[in-house]
DNA sequence: GTGAAAGCGCTAACAG
DNA sequence: CTGTTAGCGCTTTCAC
């Protein structure tokens, strides 16, 4: 029960009569120590509950096995989903991850940068905040030699990975399902144009309105953040006054969330009065009333990109060039934006 | 760009004809050094990218400034929560979280404790796989001398600290509450009893049952698991039987997803023909129709004191008595199981 | 196959 | 106030 009493490399190499050298290369199962030496200094170590010291480890074989994260949020389906990946990706691979939370906090991201760096992770993997624009800690990052992988919300710095989902591309095919079901007054409400994610997705509405012939009412074209409030707030602003679009595309699910939200409170129904569809999927999206169809962005495949990509980049690091990856999404239909009624029950069970 | 190129200490210290002891002091703002020399030395620090190698300084001073956490899922409403409080708290406290995730395994659960300790973390905060029954890795822990706090999944290990929820009084306010309401015919889907919470919450179950002199079906308390499935099956297991109860309070929030799904495809409805409620709040519990009332844990709190109450024992390791913290809930009533209609809407949305 | 020597970058203890 | 000495526990040459 003491404190700070851990058994050592030398104590088993004592307890044995061999040098901490010989201990040190059974341990780890190198070809150098022969068979029986290796096995007894195995079991000696298990019966005295050795423990190997990573700190010490790290420091003489300067790599750590380690990767940081720095992500905005924990407690959001996307990104519980994507760390998640990451997670499981890096176990499989034998790495640990030392995981941050900037609670979109640009700052607090610096500070967690700089602490992971003080902690010699072998790469880093960063889903920046709504309000990161100083690019300075990222280039000391490259400086510095480390593998920098960017994850859905991304920056150009010269040297890093990218890994995106295919904003655009999933957001036109959201429209054009729109407009095959015959809407043609289309609003979007579309975040911040300074992010990436928003720009992008907004573009997915351009194109395909003008693939479509169809004009973009600048009324309906409403900036003011990624949250239920902006959804909210975007719904009332057309309410009143007095020219309501068919059809309401929401940047992220929680803007769709806040679109239900005014909906109701001005008594219309959703679909009927005033149809919806959303980037991202979520749980709430399943089982909310009428069920929110959506763009859905595959956190498994960007999870687990980021880890392969970035640890690809430690193990061959000098012939290694940047990559940027774009992963397609599916458009995902349920009860809204979806007249033909083909659609799953919102209860429908997993594997039941 | 240069992989492995970092400044030393005594790099700064060449460059200012000074020991790296000087230097080392000054960094850390210690009294020893003048204020010149301090400044003088930070500002070299800063102009050479100085990255401070916590390795090193953690293997010579015998701390790591870090505190592992093992959970066994993160996308879901309830730990993510937790783990975003843990991130916050120790945040404020400047020290870093190792966050790992067992994936409700419990050999994953024993490995990531094992790097934890490799990784010489200054305590561990833990919540248990479903399946763990195995204590030998945390008397280890214990062994070692590290402090050891379980939250909401508790195992009962000698000199470890547990922060729970009040799962009993909890579910005893809720069935109270359905009682008061005129409901006599109860059901219990509780999970496993193997589970502290499982156990706990029965126990709640059957306190009120008693004292309100109201009989317990056997056939009305089911176990099966904490998810979809397991409220799925439960209720398809009384239907079929021809012996429906009128109200049924699930184990957790899925549990009671499950009963949806159930009680939709067999064309009754929530909650005339059968009201629910259950342990757990969600998103998804505001969202669905009809809304979902239920026990709410205080995740904020519980992710607070965990991270409190252990770094309050490594900073006072001999005097330290460990403690039992059992943080009361708070009924949440929302759409079912309150006939009186004073709910808020589910849309509300929180400062609109 | 095995081990002795050197050092990773830092801090703690003590001496000046 | 500043510097010297000695490690922390491990891995990496390079001899034997």
Redo the contacts with the bound molecule.
């Keep these: 029960m003491e404190k700070n009493s851990?058994i050592?490399?030398?104590d088993i190499a004592k307890r044995l009569n061999?040098?901490?050298?010989?201990v040190?290369?059974a341990?780890?199962g190198h070809p150098?120590?022969?068979k029986e030496?290796t096995k007894l200094v195995q079991k000696i170590a298990l019966e005295l509950g050795y423990t190997?010291?990573y700190m010490?480890?790290n420091?003489?074989?300067?790599r750590s096995n380690t990767i940081g994260v720095v992500v905005p949020k924990i407690a959001h389906f996307f990104f519980s989903a994507v760390i998640e990946a990451i997670y499981d990706t890096a176990f499989h691979n034998n790495y640990e991850i030392i995981l941050t939370v900037s609670q979109e906090n640009s700052e607090r991201e610096a500070k967690h940068i700089e602490s992971l760096l003080a902690m010699r992770v072998d790469g880093l993997i960063v889903s920046i905040t709504q309000q990161t624009r100083d690019t300075a800690i990222f280039n000391k990052v490259k400086k510095q030699g480390i593998p920098l992988t960017f994850v859905d919300r991304i920056l150009n710095i010269p040297g890093a990975n990218t890994i995106t989902v295919d904003d655009r591309g999933g957001t036109f095919q959201a429209i054009e399902h729109a407009i095959k079901l015959g809407y043609t007054k289309i609003a979007h409400l579309a975040g911040f144009p300074e992010i990436n994610i928003g720009l992008r997705r907004y573009q997915g509405f351009e194109d395909a309105m003008k693939k479509n012939n169809l004009p973009i009412n600048s009324d309906w074209v409403i900036y003011g953040g990624f949250g239920e409030e902006a959804g909210y707030r975007g719904f009332m602003k057309m309410y009143n006054s007095n020219n309501l679009p068919e059809f309401i595309f929401a940047v992220t699910y929680p803007v769709a969330l806040g679109v239900y939200a005014a909906v109701q409170e001005v008594g219309m129904k959703i679909p009927n009065d005033i149809d919806i569809m959303c980037f991202g999927n979520s749980d709430v999206n399943r089982f909310i009333t009428p069920a929110l169809s959506c763009v859905d962005q595959p956190t498994e495949k960007l999870g687990r990109s980021a880890v392969e990509l970035t640890l690809n980049q430690i193990k061959n690091f000098d012939s290694f060039k940047p990559q940027s990856i774009e992963i397609p999404t599916e458009l995902l239909l349920r009860e809204t934006c979806s007249k033909n009624g083909k659609f799953k029950s919102k209860f429908a069970l997993d594997g039941i």
């Design positions: 851990h050592t490399l030398d061999v040098s901490k050298v010989t040190s290369k341990l780890r150098d120590i022969s030496t190997p010291n010490a480890r420091l003489s074989s300067k």
